[in-house]
């Protein structure tokens, strides 16, 4: 089992900048392959980023590419979600996931934490 809690959401200005924390607590954190989601208002849950297990590998959504970065701190047992030059469209409710296999835009992590609310205004 893994327990993941995210923190870091809030209300930015277009232009502005987040950094998402997900804390990890069960099955041993470099152990898990880590990936950020989110849903928008109205629309399905969609791929943002994963990283392997070591850090050594990531992956972005076209959408987002250049403007944010994930990361992991195994000592701490941490994910992290840079977020740059955020846009009204990047509104959501950003999910942290984790499992044993690689995540991609191709397939739906077993575990999931419970969200964090990211809204940005124009």
């Known amino acids: 089992q893994v327990q993941l809690v995210e923190s870091g959401g809030g209300l930015v200005q277009a232009g502005g900048s987040l950094r998402l924390s997900c804390a990890a607590s069960?099955?041993?954190?470099?152990?898990?392959?880590m990936g950020w989601f989110r849903q928008a208002p109205g629309k399905e849950r969609e791929f943002v980023a994963a990283?392997?297990?070591?850090?050594?590998?990531?992956d972005y959504a076209d959408s987002v590419k250049g403007r944010f970065t994930i990361s992991r701190d195994n000592a701490k047992n941490t994910l992290y979600l840079q977020m740059n030059s955020l846009k009204p469209e990047d509104t959501a409710v950003y999910y942290c996931?984790?499992?044993?296999?690689?995540?991609?835009?191709?397939?739906?992590?077993?575990?999931w934490g419970q969200g964090t609310q990211v809204t940005v205004s124009s």
């Open positions: 996931a984790a499992d044993q296999f690689r995540i991609s835009i191709a397939n739906s992590p077993k575990y």
């Open positions: 069960g099955r041993p954190f470099s152990r898990n392959n």
């Open positions: 990283i392997n297990w070591s850090g050594s590998s990531t």
